[in-house]
């Protein structure tokens, strides 16, 4: 009876993997490595996802090592040789491992209770700055590389859909979205790529007076950050994993754990969730996923 359960769970919410290993049961096994992208500092992450590492151990009875690097170009690196079993990363990184790796995605944050996140262009109130056409000839500072979703991709999409090419403004980056932004407000730059609620950060209004800054344009609302499990995993283990982390929110237990990761809670998540996000990264960079 559990069997034919999790079968049609699997048939409702997680359409592009049908095929279901029904021999397989979820039991003791193997280590499982959950991969955490450096969005914080590595001890940062540590103790955020230790607790959601505890939890899926107790849940699958096998161990989960919370693994994350010090920067990017390594985190990417094992993501490429498929050393992770659930990862966690941006929207650019899952269509591309997904498009590359088979990386299958089965959940996404909901954060500061926000659902979905758009990318967006800040600027200072007093900047005399309009639209996206005043930008030109100007320095803009994103946040993080090249393959930051929110900061870089989607913010650069407006620019174009503003008529602005590569070439007609000056790009720089800093390390990350709310640094783009303090950067920004110090006049280190006259507009800031970042998500569209960064504002509200009490990170950010810490280090900034967030009343002098302004939202310039802002991009349609997308799906938020996913997580995603291995080529390889049984689709009866990663069904367990989804609901293990999809019902965390359903105890008190399980919220604190969401508190300590700073995520409101976690929804079931399908690769056409990211359709949109396919489009718009080969308009910006040029690759079809």
Do not use: C
């Given at each position: 009876?559990?069997?034919?359960?999790?079968?049609?769970?699997?048939t409702?919410?997680?359409?592009?993997?049908?095929?279901?290993?029904?021999?397989?049961?979820?039991?003791?096994?193997?280590?499982?490595?959950?991969?955490?992208?450096?969005?914080?500092?590595?001890?940062?992450?540590?103790?955020?996802?230790?607790?959601l590492?505890?939890?899926?151990?107790?849940?699958?009875?096998?161990?989960?090592?919370?693994?994350?690097?010090?920067?990017?170009?390594?985190?990417?690196?094992?993501?490429a040789?498929?050393?992770?079993?659930?990862?966690?990363?941006?929207?650019y990184?899952?269509?591309?491992?997904?498009?590359?790796?088979?990386?299958r995605?089965?959940?996404r944050?909901?954060?500061?209770?926000?659902?979905?996140?758009a990318?967006?262009?800040?600027?200072?109130?007093?900047?005399?700055?309009?639209t996206?056409?005043?930008?030109r000839?100007?320095?803009?500072?994103?946040?993080?590389?090249?393959?930051?979703?929110?900061?870089?991709?989607m913010?650069?999409?407006?620019l174009?859909?503003?008529?602005?090419?590569?070439?007609d403004?000056?790009?720089?980056?800093?390390?990350?979205?709310?640094?783009?932004?303090?950067?920004?407000?110090?006049?280190?730059?006259?507009?800031?790529?970042?998500?569209?609620y960064?504002?509200?950060?009490?990170?950010v209004k810490?280090?900034?007076?967030?009343?002098?800054?302004?939202y310039?344009?802002?991009?349609?609302?997308?799906a938020?950050?996913?997580?995603?499990?291995n080529?390889?995993?049984s689709?009866?283990?990663a069904?367990?994993?989804?609901?293990?982390?999809?019902?965390?929110?359903?105890?008190?237990?399980?919220?604190?754990?969401?508190?300590?990761?700073?995520?409101?809670?976690?929804?079931?998540?399908n690769?056409?969730?990211?359709?949109?996000?396919?489009?718009i990264?080969?308009?910006?960079?040029?690759?079809?996923?």
């Amino acid at each position: 009876m559990r069997k034919s359960i999790a079968i049609i769970l699997l048939t409702l919410f997680w359409q592009p993997y049908a095929v279901v290993h029904a021999q397989q049961e979820v039991s003791a096994g193997p280590e499982l490595r959950l991969g955490v992208f450096p969005r914080r500092s590595s001890n940062v992450t540590q103790s955020m996802f230790k607790p959601l590492a505890d939890a899926l151990s107790q849940a699958l009875n096998r161990k989960i090592v919370l693994e994350t690097t010090y920067d990017f170009a390594s985190f990417w690196e094992k993501v490429a040789d498929n050393s992770y079993d659930i990862v966690h990363y941006n929207q650019y990184h899952y269509i591309k491992s997904h498009h590359d790796y088979g990386y299958r995605v089965i959940v996404r944050n909901v954060e500061f209770g926000h659902e979905k996140i758009a990318g967006s262009i800040l600027v200072r109130k007093d900047s005399n700055i309009e639209t996206l056409q005043d930008l030109r000839g100007k320095k803009i500072i994103f946040g993080g590389g090249h393959k930051a979703m929110m900061a870089y991709i989607m913010p650069t999409y407006l620019l174009r859909q503003a008529g602005l090419e590569k070439g007609d403004y000056f790009e720089r980056f800093a390390l990350s979205p709310p640094k783009a932004v303090v950067a920004t407000y110090f006049r280190q730059a006259v507009a800031a790529g970042a998500g569209s609620y960064l504002l509200d950060l009490p990170t950010v209004k810490k280090e900034i007076d967030t009343s002098e800054m302004k939202y310039l344009a802002t991009s349609q609302q997308m799906a938020h950050l996913p997580w995603a499990v291995n080529e390889s995993m049984s689709d009866e283990l990663a069904l367990k994993i989804r609901t293990t982390m999809v019902d965390l929110y359903n105890t008190e237990e399980g919220k604190n754990i969401l508190k300590t990761m700073r995520i409101t809670k976690l929804l079931p998540a399908n690769d056409s969730d990211f359709a949109a996000h396919r489009e718009i990264t080969k308009v910006v960079l040029g690759e079809a996923l």
